[in-house]
């Protein structure tokens, strides 16, 4: 009786042994599978999808077999990682082990939208409309009912928003992005406030933020900035009306076809400075931290005007007799390749998904 039952262990452990074997067999050749792929495919992996809900669908595509023995490696090694969603790239070669490693790093592909210094919120909003992986949330509402559901109810939403370079994946929304690039405008201009210089003519932040965007459309040199900063802060402080180009152009809008006429100079929109006095009620652009340092750190002189030179450069006067005189010369004689700003720095070539 005790030999049957010793053989009958031993059998029973031989063959516990042979399945084990098995299945650490059949484990390994499941996670070594490739993937079944033609070519490079994007799998769209909604929230609240699970690993085994996914195995069970690539599955059934043909795209990888035995899900069976993978959803068993993820439940016993890859339980405590979360699945992120989003879209994961598969390409030919990729082995199934391969595929749950993505996973569980939460390597999802990345797609990036930059919004640029001068920019104003309509190219802001018509940007956003582009991004096909965002969810567009923002469509049919206006500016005011866009600002409300960001939380900013009553706040113009020109300039609040910092121009940069940000990463988002599928099933982000634009209001996502947007969320983003306010706070980071906060942030800098906090920031930059908090090391301003003495003796400004502003009465909080914001209009130092209405200052840079005039800075960010009068210049693109770098090295002008404060230049141009000092010229409006010297005006304002004498009660000289601005009589700035970039916020004429604004308060024509849409209405604006590339040329500025003595009637737009002398028509009175909120927003012209030439027969407007002080800033402009709000922003007028997106702006740079370097505007917003300008504009919180002027230079000192005694320039009151300039006048551009054609080049992207500007040339400063600190009497009109001399403005007069940089006006006869770079702008009524206007040279054949003449520009109000620098020629734009060719942008590097990349991929836009990462």
């Known amino acids: 009786m005790i030999r049957k039952l010793l053989l009958l262990l031993e059998s029973g452990l031989l063959l516990a042994g042979l399945l084990l074997a098995f299945a650490v067999w059949q484990q390994h050749e499941s996670l070594e599978q490739p993937l079944q792929l033609a070519e490079e495919?994007?799998?769209?992996?909604?929230?609240?999808?699970?690993?085994?809900?996914?195995?069970?669908?690539?599955?059934?595509?043909?795209?990888?077999?035995?899900?069976?023995?993978?959803?068993l490696y993820w439940r016993f090694n890859l339980a405590s990682h979360a699945l992120?969603?989003?879209?994961?790239?598969?390409?030919?070669?990729?082995?199934?082990?391969?595929?749950?490693?993505?996973?569980?790093?939460?390597e999802v592909v990345q797609y990036s939208l930059t919004l640029v210094e001068g920019w104003n919120f309509r190219q802001?909003?018509?940007?956003?409309?582009?991004?096909a992986k965002l969810e567009q949330?923002?469509?049919?509402?206006?500016?005011?009912?866009?600002?409300?559901?960001l939380g900013q109810a009553g706040l113009h939403p020109e300039g609040r928003f910092f121009p940069d370079t940000y990463r988002y994946v599928r099933g982000m929304s634009d209001m996502d992005l947007l969320k983003q690039a306010h706070a980071r405008l906060e942030s800098v201009l906090a920031e930059e406030w908090g090391k301003r210089a003495e003796g400004l003519p502003y009465r909080d932040p914001y209009e130092a933020l209405i200052m840079a965007s005039l800075v960010e459309k009068e210049t693109g040199?770098?090295?002008?900035?404060?230049q141009i900063a000092g010229v409006f802060i010297r005006r304002l402080k004498l009660g000289m009306l601005l009589q700035t180009d970039p916020t004429v152009i604004y308060g024509l809008g849409e209405r604006y076809n590339g040329k500025l006429t003595r009637a737009h100079l002398l028509e009175p929109t909120p927003y012209n400075t030439y027969v407007k006095a002080g800033l402009p009620p709000t922003p007028i652009s997106l702006v740079g931290r370097e505007a917003i340092h300008a504009a919180l750190h002027p230079a000192e002189g005694k320039s009151l005007y300039f006048v551009a030179r054609g080049d992207g450069s500007h040339v400063f006067s600190s009497s009109l007799e001399e403005?007069?005189?940089?006006v006869r010369e770079f702008q009524l004689n206007r040279r054949s390749d003449y520009r109000s700003s620098p020629l734009p720095i060719p942008p590097a070539v990349k991929p836009d998904a990462q």
């Open 323 to 326: 403005h007069n005189r940089a």
């Open 41 to 71: 495919q994007l799998l769209d992996v909604p929230a609240g999808a699970t690993p085994s809900g996914l195995l069970n669908r690539l599955e059934s595509e043909g795209i990888l077999r035995d899900a069976f023995w993978l959803r």
């Open 84 to 106: 992120h969603s989003g879209e994961y790239r598969m390409a030919p070669g990729m082995r199934a082990i391969d595929l749950l490693g993505l996973w569980q790093r939460g």
């Open 137 to 149: 949330t923002l469509d049919g509402l206006s500016d005011a009912e866009l600002m409300a559901r």
């Open 221 to 226: 040199v770098p090295e002008e900035r404060s």
């Open 124 to 131: 802001v909003r018509a940007a956003l409309a582009r991004q």
